[in-house]
């Protein structure tokens, strides 16, 4: 989500929260205390919607840090699934082996290291048939 200083974004109670100076959301009327992140208050209240923007435009190099989202938790490369899909939600329903081959294949148009990432599928996939060949002559 983009945020910029001043803006209110209400959750599905009609509570209302202000971004500040550290870009951390606030409760109206408790701005003076501790802020949480936007993901912390997605997981603890639910969506938010934007209710007034800000009065001053981002700068140049905010707009850029807000594009890039959320390297840590949601990386760009794993969130362009439609309908707030994840890579990981896909992955996570598979071993860890066939979970990464899956992983490589659908992140290599999207991390910038296409054929890294389909070598990387494709080591895993050896592996895990390997391992099936290697069973079957036991």
């Known amino acids: 989500m983009r945020t910029a200083i001043g803006q209110v974004w209400a959750d599905d109670d009609g509570d209302e929260w202000v971004v500040g100076s550290d870009y951390q959301l606030r409760l109206k009327g408790y701005e003076t205390g501790r802020g949480l992140d936007f993901l912390r208050v997605y997981d603890e209240v639910g969506p938010l919607r934007l209710v007034k923007d800000a009065e001053e435009p ?81």
Not at 85 to 107: C, H, P, Q, W
Not at 119 to 138: C, N, S, T, V
């Open 58 to 138: 981002l700068a140049d190099w905010e707009k850029e840090l807000l594009q890039q989202g959320d390297p840590v938790n949601h990386p760009s490369h794993y969130t362009w699934l439609p309908n707030g899909v994840e890579v990981i939600d896909i992955t996570a329903r598979f071993s860890f082996v066939r979970g990464n081959a899956i992983k490589y294949l659908m992140r290599a148009d999207h991390k910038g290291r296409t054929l890294e990432d389909l070598r990387k599928a494709r080591w895993y996939l050896d592996y895990e048939i390997r391992e099936m060949e290697q069973g079957e002559a036991a």
